[in-house]
């Protein structure tokens, strides 16, 4: 019998408030849930609360009011000791990228699996196939500083996704890359997607959104509407 867990929405927001400590109201009254699997992109202008809606659910901030549950778990009732153990399932790729400047780029991606005690063997097997898919496979042995932007985007994304997280948050993950990297960068995406993994990434990229046409969590001025994927010609034959 499958577990009673994995019916639960990955992600679960329940009229979740966010103010922050000047008193502005960024996010208001939000409610919806992700299904495991899922795939949504945040859309929405700059300041609409995007990067805020990511945060809260990596537990980097907490709602001022109101309900989240990640995995199925009331955050409120979750104690700071047990937070890492939600991390580890969590994938996320950041707009700065946060990569470690005393690591070289395989390293940098290795690290996650090294916390989680991966044998150095898989660890170099896993690696050594995600920075080729990327393109970074002549540059395993660099240290950010000698990275450009687009490399260092890359490398931020093969970190968040080399071991296949339950929740892969990202915040303008080809904002850096062209368009042919962003299309492959997507692609990767879509792959974990069929493994599993549930997908939320925020975006400015419209062709991307149009492209893959999947739903959108759409941020205006702190308010949250979901807009549906248009129907393919395909679909709309059936």
């Known amino acids: 019998m499958q577990p009673l867990f994995d019916s639960l929405p990955v992600v679960d927001f329940h009229r979740v408030f966010l103010k922050y400590d000047n008193g502005h109201s960024v996010l208001k009254n939000i409610q919806f849930s992700l299904e495991k699997g899922s795939f949504h992109f945040v859309t929405g202008a700059s300041g609409a609360g995007k990067t805020s809606l990511l945060k809260l659910m990596y537990l980097?901030?907490?709602?001022?009011?109101?309900?989240?549950?990640?995995?199925?778990?009331?955050?409120?009732?979750?104690?700071?000791?047990?937070?890492?153990?939600?991390?580890?399932?969590?994938?996320?790729?950041?707009?700065?990228?946060?990569?470690?400047?005393?690591?070289?780029?395989?390293?940098?991606?290795?690290?996650?699996?090294?916390?989680?005690?991966?044998?150095?063997?898989?660890?170099?097997?896993?690696?050594?196939?995600?920075?080729?898919?990327?393109?970074?496979?002549?540059?395993?042995?660099?240290?950010?500083?000698?990275?450009?932007?687009?490399?260092?985007?890359?490398?931020?994304?093969?970190?968040?996704?080399?071991?296949?997280?339950?929740?892969?948050?990202?915040?303008?993950?080809?904002?850096?890359?062209?368009?042919a990297m962003a299309a492959r960068i997507l692609h990767l995406f879509l792959e974990l997607n069929r493994l599993g993994t549930t997908l939320v990434i925020a975006t400015h990229n419209q062709s991307l959104v149009r492209q893959f046409n999947k739903p959108q969590l759409h941020l205006s001025q702190g308010t949250l509407e979901i807009i549906q994927p248009m129907m393919t010609i395909e679909e709309e034959n059936v």
């Open 60 to 179: 980097a901030v907490h709602p001022t009011s109101g309900r989240l549950q990640i995995f199925g778990k009331d955050l409120s009732q979750v104690s700071a000791s047990k937070l890492p153990d939600f991390r580890r399932r969590i994938g996320v790729v950041f707009q700065d990228f946060r990569l470690l400047d005393t690591l070289n780029t395989f390293d940098n991606v290795a690290l996650p699996l090294r916390i989680i005690g991966m044998g150095e063997k898989e660890i170099k097997r896993r690696v050594g196939e995600l920075l080729s898919w990327v393109g970074l496979e002549n540059c395993m042995n660099e240290y950010p500083q000698a990275l450009s932007g687009g490399e260092k985007q890359r490398i931020a994304i093969a970190r968040a996704v080399i071991n296949k997280p339950d929740l892969l948050l990202a915040d303008e993950p080809t904002g850096n890359v062209d368009d």
